[in-house]
């Protein structure tokens, strides 16, 4: 009895961890969305002739960004490295030039971050599946060894 609920629990904790991997791929894809979503609000705001610091405590919550002492900054959970380096050279000048050159700015990154979302969007549809199924497999293959 206690040999089949300890096949149990490990069958779930492998399905558990080959969803929690998918998942991650999926917030991924999410938090490069909301960066985009937010840098189109940047755009509108900034032709508005709204403050960039204003623009990041108004907007910026849902995307991860935020303000300490002078500088701008980003919640890095679930980014990679390469879309963390992308957000931070993004931040570094943000707000020091004139509305024409933050809008050409913004834009640029804009651009850039879809280009990851459009990555990210199809290493999830590759991958996501691949994770959960290899989850439940393994979960499966351990069952049937230790049964």
């Known amino acids: 009895m206690i040999k089949f609920l300890g096949i149990a629990i490990l069958f779930f904790v492998s399905c558990f961890l080959g969803f929690y991997k998918a998942n991650l791929l999926t917030l991924r894809q999410k938090k490069l969305l909301e960066i ?3 840098i189109e ?3 509108s705001k900034i032709r508005l002739q709204e403050e960039m610091s204003q623009i990041i405590k108004d907007y910026g919550k849902k995307a991860g960004f935020f303000q300490k002492d002078l500088a701008f900054l980003i919640n890095e959970e679930h980014l990679n490295t390469n879309d963390i380096s992308l957000v931070n050279t993004f ?6 030039g ?3 050159a933050e809008i050409k700015r913004c834009e640029t990154y804009m651009e850039l971050f879809k280009q990851e979302h459009k990555k990210a969007e199809a290493k999830t549809k590759e991958r996501a599946a691949l994770y959960r199924k290899l989850g439940v497999f393994l979960g499966i293959l351990v069952s049937i060894v230790l049964i």
């Open 91 to 96: 931040l570094e000048g943000l707000g020091m």
């Open 98 to 100: 004139d509305s024409v």
């Open 41 to 43: 609000i940047a755009i």
């Open 36 to 38: 985009c979503f937010f």
